[in-house]
């Protein structure tokens, strides 16, 4: 890319000077892009080209979320660039920092399961393996949060523009997609085939996003999908003005609302239009005999939002292949795989046969044919009414999405020991005694090139100090930190650090939110998805219990302690919602409390995302990571916060176990019942409301 600094800068120069119009951040901004750009797509073109020469197997990822937070500096630090870049810039009077302002976050996820997904697309090219991710191009993304009257507000995240985007345009590769319409049999040269009439046909164009790996010498890639009238004739009796908003909302936003029944068919619109767009692509990318395709090609489905991958992959086989069903029942089952993400029984999908019957005929059909078949060799086995009930994959008339991705596929995981457990003896019992070989285990992951080097880099400056640079490509090696847990000269500086990215925190809150917030105090920070298993709602009570104390308690005046909270409530979630109220009404209180004032701060952070937790992370003094035990699948904040010198506050949860494992457990706080506590307490709580 660049040999030397002084190169960076006349090319930069050179650019900027070609365009002949003022010189402002933003045409920085648009020339270092065209600029880190260049370099990505020579190697993204020579990536793509090693892995068709070397036949290597593929990885596709399918998720609705892919939290990949802004792509300009991650990029220029993998590139091993950034530095050079920063100081170059420096040179010219420019502000690195100030040119990544600029890039609005694309809005492609909302918490862990989207992070997830984007660390994992990160990881798997800084490891030089063939792995691509499959997502919905949401133009309104999740949404952008504002408070009004300490109320949740809702507003389309405006992260697309006309040039300079982080996506690029493959029309070459646009699929249709069929909604609704006849399933009828019709005789063809090789026999009876099934075929849609009358559908409502959907276009689904990719855009692709490079994933730049540690050191570039890797760029896979993220294809986006964006549902767009179809050329293709649709005769289903509705005005075009209709369609067209219809076929447009499919891909405006994350998560649309589903408690009435319109939403719940644009979600399916949106489950069906990826898993479908996403595999009739890697079908078509797939250059040897489908009977290979297990050695060739992996899918793993993250949670169960792409199950419907496991029927679809059936219709292509039998339907576009003449394939008969055992054929491809064998190859589809052991070429997708499932990713589990909760406990939470509400959370596993469950849809009324009645909608995908009418939304996916053919795709109904096929899930009906896999539950009868599967009953039937359930039977066979002599299976009690009860086992049989329980693995249904269909049930008074509501489809079982969990089930299905199981039944359909080769592996199954929990992200964290403690979930897989629990799957394992309880949430899925009977499957995993159906299956015993397919469950196992793999704990959540971060990626330590943005949660460290790039969100820490004074921290990062500091471990390569003192255990050198090979921990940046071997991240387990951070763990000879320990032998500096008692130098002082180290330990110094990590607390000038910290200092430092306090500072850096308040800059920001002050320039964003006019939140002004004592650097000296203790930092306790909170940041998460809203959720009543998260427990927000817990810390804002003690919180308010600290209050109290103050204003009744003459000697009771602790050491300052800032509370920050970040997080996004689902629209219709209105528990969530009503905890969001609550949090800014009792800030409002505390916060206006001349007394309470010098102990006590609340500061509530509008639109948490990638770039506010880059920010966070690195400031915090104290983790909040309290979920009730048994409910936190995993999480991911608490690697995070761990990472940057966190103490956390936990119970025994998800991925907590295995940190205060690492750790031990004098070095974070840790209290409540542990998660086989909790759920010996459920098992009783119906019996105590009997009586």
């Known amino acids: 890319m660049f040999s030397s600094k002084e190169e960076f800068k006349k090319t930069f120069t050179d650019r900027i000077e070609s365009k002949g119009t003022e010189k402002s951040l933003e045409l920085a901004h648009e020339i270092l892009w065209e600029m880190t750009n260049d370099w990505i797509q020579e190697s993204w073109k020579r990536t793509n080209q090693l892995y068709e020469e070397n036949h290597e197997k593929q990885l596709y990822y399918i998720s609705i979320e892919f939290l990949i ?29 100030e040119i990544e302002e600029l890039e609005i976050e694309p809005g492609l996820g909302n918490g862990g399961l989207g992070r997830l997904a984007a660390c994992f697309m990160d990881s798997l090219a800084s490891l030089e393996l063939p792995g691509h991710g499959y997502g919905l191009r949401y133009r309104g993304g999740l949404f952008t949060q504002h408070f009004v009257n300490g109320n949740q507000t809702e507003q389309p995240t405006n992260w697309i523009k006309d040039k300079n985007n982080v996506d690029t345009r493959r029309e070459d590769l646009a699929v249709d997609i069929p909604y609704y319409g006849e399933v009828q049999l019709v005789m063809g040269l090789d026999g009876m085939r099934t075929k849609i009439e009358n559908p409502e046909w959907v276009k689904a164009v990719p855009y692709d996003i490079p994933i730049v790996g540690a050191n570039g010498g890797t760029v896979n890639t993220l294809r986006l999908w964006q549902a767009e009238v179809s050329n293709r004739s649709s005769s289903v009796g509705k005005e075009y003005a209709v369609y067209e908003r219809e076929t447009a909302h499919i891909t405006d936003r994350l998560y649309p609302d589903d408690s009435l029944e319109t939403g719940k068919i644009l979600r399916l619109k949106q489950q069906y239009l990826l898993c479908s767009a996403s595999l009739q692509n890697i079908i078509s990318n797939h250059k040897s005999s489908l009977e290979k395709l297990p050695e060739s090609i992996a899918i793993q489905i993250n949670d169960t939002h792409p199950a419907l991958a496991v029927p679809e992959l059936m219709r292509i086989l039998i339907d576009d292949f003449s394939w008969d069903w055992e054929r491809a029942w064998d190859v589809t089952t052991r070429t997708i795989s499932y990713t589990n993400h909760t406990i939470l029984e509400e959370a596993m999908e469950k849809w009324d046969s009645h909608l995908i019957q009418s939304l996916l005929p053919r795709i109904f059909l096929i899930i009906e044919e896999i539950d009868r078949r599967f009953k039937e060799s359930l039977q066979n086995q002599g299976k009690d009414d009860e086992t049989l009930r329980k693995l249904s994959i269909i049930e008074d008339g509501v489809i079982k999405m969990a089930v299905l991705a199981v039944v359909g596929s080769y592996r199954v995981n929990g992200v964290a020991k403690l979930h897989t457990e629990i ?23 971060i990626t330590h090139r943005r949660w460290l080097i790039k969100a820490n880099q004074e921290l990062s400056g ?17 763990s000879e930190l320990h032998y500096f847990s008692q130098n002082q000269s180290f330990l110094q500086n990590f607390q000038e650090i910290k200092s430092l990215k306090k500072e850096q925190l308040i800059h920001h809150l002050q320039r964003d939110q006019n939140i ?9 920070i909170h940041i998460k998805r809203f959720h009543g298993y998260k427990r927000q709602l817990m810390n804002i009570l003690h919180i308010q219990m600290l209050y109290d104390r103050i204003k009744r308690d003459s000697t009771y005046r602790p050491y300052p302690r800032t509370f920050f909270f970040g997080g996004k409530a689902a629209p219709s979630y209105h528990f969530a919602k009503q905890v969001i109220k609550m949090i800014n009404t009792v800030a409002t209180k505390v916060n206006n409390d001349p007394l309470a004032r010098q102990h006590l701060h609340i500061v509530f952070v509008e639109n948490y995302n990638v770039t506010q937790a880059e920010y966070l992370i690195p400031a915090a003094d104290v983790s ?13 904040g608490n690697m995070k916060f761990m990472m940057n010198g966190a103490l956390t506050i936990g119970t025994f949860d998800g991925a907590n176990v295995e940190i205060f494992e690492q750790v031990g457990q004098e070095n974070a706080f840790v209290f409540g019942m542990r998660a086989e506590q909790v759920m010996d307490y459920e098992k009783i709580i119906p019996i105590i409301r009997k009586k």
């Open 516 to 524: 002004i917030v004592d650097p000296s105090s203790i930092f306790d």
């Open 462 to 478: 500091l471990v390569t100090e003192a255990i050198g640079s090979q921990w940046m490509k071997e991240p387990e090696r951070l």
């Open 69 to 97: 937070g802004r792509v300009l500096g991650q990029n220029l630090i993998n590139l091993n660039f950034y530095n050079l870049v920063k100081e170059g810039l420096d040179e010219l009077g420019i502000e690195l920092s």
């Open 423 to 445: 799957l394992k003896k309880r949430e899925m019992k009977e499957l995993n005694e159906q299956f015993p070989n397919k469950f196992h285990n793999k704990t959540n992951g």
């Open 624 to 636: 909040e990571q309290i979920s009730t035990a048994s409910k936190e699948a995993s999480g991911t």
